[in-house]
């Protein structure tokens, strides 16, 4: 089978897929019990808890991304370069103006919303330190989401999932390390805020190297927006409701 061909492609394609839904369940479950016994129940549940509230922030996303992977792949087919920017520019503000926003609710619930969750806790400046690198890895990790999009629009599976799979790798090993070394859940915060910002770095880089054409800002193209957002919107009401 030659490596230029579709059905390499196709199946070099599911592959990494496959490896990319795989692989971070077996990690989450071999990891998930040493968590819980080094962090102890109140520092696991915070976890739990920071994990849930960036579930629900996602929520604001309403389909973009997913629409941002289909027009993208679009724009790329038809050769249309100017109206790849201005998508992903456009949704590059918009995923930078989504992870602020995380940002700030973080900051805001670690700082004068805690004693609604009801955290027995000694050192309320603790839980507020993890709570805004929480933010500060929520931030990180929307803007990557256009890279992300622009990878999974050219097909670029093996790419990708290399790239969340060496973060995984090493995100994995730094919290064995340091809960091994008697850290706890702020160190694990801390780290996790450096990896989503080095994971961004390296995300830009490979989409810059595959289109060295594609030079993204932060503007606000109304039309590219409107055009996405009835796309996503729909799909995320799909998603929803199943």
Not at 190 to 204: E, G, S
């Amino acid at each position: 089978m030659e490596e230029s061909s579709l059905s390499y492609k196709t199946l070099r394609n599911s592959v990494f897929l496959f490896a990319n839904f795989l692989l971070p369940m077996v990690f989450t479950i071999l990891l998930t019990r040493m968590m819980v016994i080094k962090l102890g129940a109140s520092e696991y549940g915070i976890l739990i808890l920071i994990n849930a509230i960036s579930s629900f922030i996602n929520y604001v996303d309403l389909g973009l991304s997913t629409a941002v992977t289909k027009f993208a792949s679009e724009y790329k087919g038809s050769g249309n370069i100017e109206g790849l920017k201005d998508l992903l520019s456009s949704a590059r503000l918009l995923f930078l103006i989504t992870g602020l926003l995380g940002l700030m609710i973080f900051f805001v619930l670690g700082k004068w919303f805690l004693p609604l969750f009801n955290i027995g806790f000694t050192s309320v400046n603790h839980i507020f330190i993890v709570f805004l690198f929480a933010g500060i890895t929520f931030l990180f990790t929307s803007l990557s989401t256009v890279y992300g999009a622009v990878l999974t629009a050219l097909q670029r599976f093996d790419l990708l999932t290399k790239l969340n799979l060496a973060s995984l790798a090493v995100s994995s090993i730094g919290r064995i390390v340091l809960l091994e070394m008697h850290y706890r859940l702020k160190a694990l915060m801390v780290l996790n805020a450096l990896l989503a910002l080095v994971t961004l770095i390296f995300f830009h880089y490979f989409v810059r190297k595959i289109m060295p054409e594609l030079k993204l800002n932060f503007t606000f193209v109304k039309s590219e927006l409107v055009k996405a957002y009835k796309f996503g919107f729909l799909a995320f009401a799909a998603n929803l409701a199943s």
